[in-house]
């Protein structure tokens, strides 16, 4: 085998581990958060609580896409 058929073979070993290790950490990502929302799901929560939780998501979505720091849900 020469040299250039060797590196295609370390490269392409390399470039399946490397993508192997980021679809384990999706798949884990979204056991993880199954488990979460299973959770939430048997707690049995009154719909204030859901309430609460849907606008501190919404508003924690919109920090991350960058709509600026917005003051925390009120909690009443």
Known sequence: MSDGGRLLWI???FATATLGLLAGIWIGGEIESDIHWDVLAK????????QKIGAE???MLREIEGGGALAPAQTQ
Do not use: F, I, S
């Open 57 to 59: 998501g919404e508003r």
């Open 43 to 50: 707690a049995d929560l009154p719909a204030e609580c859901w």
């Open 11 to 13: 490269v392409g070993v």
